[in-house]
């Protein structure tokens, strides 16, 4: 199983692909939704995109007060 | 007529084919003038039936297929009318689109949702009533109704549980997560999942399969396989109309329509 640093860094590639931006302006503590100044759909499209990545489901629920890189990797690694 | 161009939605027939296209924005939402405009579309296909096979359809938002039911509507325009008034008027409006739905349903066409993005609630009802689901990888599936102490009010759950189940329909409706395309392929919800953006393509190439066969072979073989589940729809009807009484619900759809929330996609 990956470290939690790994499932971090994973996601943050991820997201700076997804939406365009540089990977070094994102850190794990970034909240994503002010970051990247994304919407619901989006933070959605978000969730498609790691379920792919790491062959998992993350029931959307789990997202809901979830705003940083670092608590979603946790969130995702709990289900690796 | 062939093709009809509306404000909330537009149709046409080309090779055999009839495409439906969804294309209120933000996300499709069902309200009143979408109603009326699916009460335009089937009463056409009951002419357009003669020259086509097979019905696809899809939405031209980039938002997906369609959000489900127009809650600011709902809300607001039950907001000055008595109990009585607002269940009267939410009792109308759920017959209207059941019969939208069961026509669909029930047509002797095959027809194929090419979905992509949001699938919720009433979008995801729209979708179980077509034959086949063509789902975009991007897509995700869900009811979210429970959230706001309501059940799916368009057919939903009688059609889920028709063609998948009653666990998988147990899953969705009490938890109100949503699902992505690979899992509703892997729980048979979908047929086919395509690449992004690809979906209309691969619903296409199936249409055009289904053109190729006999109509009345495919009819009589659609008309043996999915039966009406009308007895539980009319429950489902009534129940729903049982909820919807409850003050929770006024309050859930106010909260709903007045959050500012980052997942305020989800009622």
């Known amino acids: ?12 590639d991820l997201a700076a692909k997804q939406f365009k931006v540089p990977r070094e302006t994102l850190a794990p503590g970034d909240d994503f939704f002010k970051k990247l100044g994304i919407d619901s759909l989006q933070a959605l499209e978000m969730l498609t995109r790691i379920e792919q990545h790491f062959g998992v489901e993350l029931p959307d629920y789990e997202m809901q007060g979830v705003s940083d890189f670092r608590t979603l990797a946790n969130r995702i690694q709990a289900r690796l | 007529m062939n093709s009809f161009s509306g404000k909330t939605i537009s149709w046409s027939l080309r090779d055999s084919v009839i495409e439906l296209v969804l294309h209120r924005a933000p996300a499709n939402e069902i309200g009143t003038e979408t109603l009326g405009e699916l009460e335009q579309f089937m009463v056409s296909l009951g002419a357009l039936s ?3 096979s097979a019905v696809i359809v899809h939405s031209t938002l980039r938002a997906g297929f369609c959000a489900g039911a127009d809650l600011r509507e709902l809300y607001q325009s039950s907001l000055p009318l008595d109990a009585k008034a607002r269940l009267d008027g939410v009792r109308e409006f759920l017959e209207r689109i059941h019969a939208v739905m069961n026509a669909l349903d029930a047509t002797a066409l095959t027809t194929i949702a090419a979905v992509h993005g949001v699938c919720f609630g009433g979008g995801f009802e729209l979708a ?16 979210p109704e429970l959230r706001l102490g309501l059940i799916p009010g368009f057919g939903g759950i009688p059609r889920l549980k028709r063609d998948l189940g009653n666990a998988v329909v147990r899953d969705l409706l009490l938890t109100g997560r949503s699902i992505n395309a690979a899992k509703a392929l892997s729980a048979g919800l979908v047929s086919q999942v395509a690449a992004e953006g690809e979906a209309l393509r691969v619903a296409r190439a199936t249409a055009a ?3 190729k066969f006999d109509r009345g072979a495919s009819a009589a073989a659609k008309k043996f396989i999915k039966p009406i589940p009308s007895e539980e729809l009319r429950r489902e009807i009534d129940l729903f109309c049982e909820l919807f009484t409850r003050p929770a619900v006024m309050a859930g759809l106010r909260k709903f329509v007045e959050s500012t929330e980052a997942l ?3 009622p």
């Open chain 1, 1 to 12: 199983m990956p470290s939690i640093d790994q499932t971090t860094d994973e996601i943050l």
């Open chain 2, 50 to 52: 003669e020259q086509a």
């Open chain 2, 128 to 143: 179980l009533a077509c034959d086949l689901i063509v789902a975009d990888k991007m897509a995700r599936f869900c009811f």
């Open chain 2, 209 to 211: 399969q289904v053109t």
């Open chain 2, 264 to 266: 305020s996609y989800l």
